[in-house]
């Protein structure tokens, strides 16, 4: 990404044109104060926690602290984290060639500072995009105090500078974000040794290495995230540690299914069409996972299980429709047999329900659709789709069935149309389509005892 032409290239230039050091805490209050006060979305693709998690997290960059958020896998932590560079200028100055992101007027390192002095005004300024100005690092047991935050460089020794020497080292992670974003993943997972290594760059913001102190004042925004869990099983984050974040806020599931919803049809990449209606089940469905005492819910169901699920279905029907040559290729309620068997190594299941996880997971999407179909088709009288089905106008459907062949099975009946408007679907619309509507309302009455279903190999009839 290359900057505008327009801004300074010296350190003269700069100055002249206003471009003070300010804090990266205090711009990324005055940034978020603009875009509340316009109306802005300050966290675009942030679904489900306008009015929790948000405004905790607004609070504390507003009070210049930093941050750890805690919560189960898959409630979008990461995501919220990354978010965060839109708050940051789009580009700020930096001394070009430099090893950190210093600001030309306010050097840190003894190299800057020895430019800067040498130099003066003709300093010369490079522009930095606020993309650069983020550096996440994965916790992981392996992660060295080098990685974080520097190391005694032999190769610099090697040229002759003494073993004390400052410019001997080669700085970590956290040094090169100066005047940016660190964010720490799974933080209880960092060996707690090396943890103890951030203690200096969170309150004195200065760094130690191999016996000697470098005085850096380092400006940097530390954010990162835990499980509740790993306070007491992989590993925990140490006191001292724990105090120095100004702020430790719980993220949490989509508190509805409008949510589940919404997050499921931002993030999947679908290659076929699932109507509104299947989304919704499938919403339901990981609602139940959550609530069910089989699930481990101290694993938790993540959001990202509600994505695949989705991403599986929409396969399904892709498939049937290279099997059948029919098209578009549209899911239909068959499809979600597809999802237990593909997800089911994706939950943990308490212990003693070995052998029964099937079992559960069928009854439990069964419980979503039914809840799902109370929704979307309560009022609508479908018994005379009942009653055709049961003077012999039996429905089969499949993997290998395609919706011409669904909706020829049946008699022209008045219900259908409604049905389909209740669904979204217009009459005039492919028959695939139609009979994704058209096979709801069979799987809601057999879900309502009014019609048999017998499954086999893939295929499924109604019938009476």
């Known amino acids: 990404m290359t900057a505008p032409e327009n801004l300074p290239t010296t350190a003269g230039e700069l100055r002249d044109a206003g471009y003070l050091p300010r804090s990266v805490k205090s ?7 603009a875009l509340l006060s316009s109306g802005g979305d300050a966290w675009p ?30 409630q979008g932590k990461t995501r919220l984290l990354r978010t965060l560079i839109g708050l940051l200028d789009e580009w700020t100055p930096v001394i070009a060639g430099a090893e950190l992101g210093e600001h030309p007027l306010d050097p840190i390192s003894p190299a800057g500072r020895r430019l800067a002095a040498e130099l003066g005004d003709d300093l010369p300024v490079a522009w930095r995009h606020r993309s650069e100005r983020y550096a996440e690092k994965l916790a992981t047991p392996d992660t060295s105090v080098g990685d974080l935050i520097g190391d005694v460089d032999p190769v610099k020794v090697a040229e002759g500078r003494s073993l004390g020497d400052p410019e001997t080292i080669h700085f970590g992670l956290v040094p090169r974000a100066h005047r940016g974003i660190v964010a720490v993943n799974e933080l209880p997972d960092l060996a707690e040794r090396i943890q103890v290594a951030l203690l200096n760059v969170m309150e004195e913001r200065d760094i130690q290495v191999r016996g000697y102190t470098l005085r850096l004042p380092l400006d940097v925004l530390l954010v990162a995230t835990a499980n509740p869990e790993d306070y007491t099983n992989r590993g925990r984050i140490i006191t001292p540690l724990k105090d120095r974040f100004g702020a430790e806020i719980r993220t949490h599931y989509p508190l509805d299914v409008e949510a589940e919803v919404d997050l499921v049809r931002q993030e999947a990449e679908l290659v076929a069409e699932v109507g509104d ?31 695949a699920a989705a991403e599986t279905v929409a396969a399904a029907a892709l498939r049937r429709s290279a099997i059948t040559g029919e098209s578009p290729a549209v899911a239909r309620p068959v499809d979600l047999e597809s999802v237990p068997a593909v997800l089911r190594g994706k939950l943990e299941f308490e212990s003693g329900e070995e052998g029964r996880e099937q079992e559960h997971l069928t009854h439990l999407m069964r419980r979503a659709f039914s809840e799902t179909a109370r929704a979307r ?33 049946l008699p022209e009946l008045p219900v259908l149309h409604e049905v389909a408007e209740r669904l979204g679907v217009d009459p005039t619309e492919p028959p695939t389509r ?22 086999d190999d893939g295929m499924a009839v109604y019938g009476s």
């Open 377 to 409: 088709l309560g009022g609508v009288n479908l018994r005379p789709l009942a009653t055709a089905v049961g003077d012999g106008n039996m429905v089969t459907t499949g993997e290998r069935i395609p919706g011409k062949d669904v909706l020829s099975a």
């Open 434 to 455: 139609i009979a994704a509507a058209v096979e709801f309302a069979l799987e809601a009455l057999f879900l309502a005892r009014q019609v048999a279903k017998d499954t």
């Open 45 to 74: 693709g942030i679904v489900g926690f306008d009015r929790t998690v948000l405004p905790q997290l607004e609070r504390a960059l507003l009070a210049g602290h930093d941050v750890v958020l805690l919560g189960e896998r898959g």
């Open 277 to 307: 209606p299947l989304i919704e089940v499938l919403a339901r469905f990981v609602r139940q996972l959550r609530e069910s005492p089989a699930i481990d819910q101290r694993s938790g169901v993540s959001a990202r299980f509600a994505v």
């Open 27 to 33: 711009e990324i209050r005055e940034n978020l104060l």
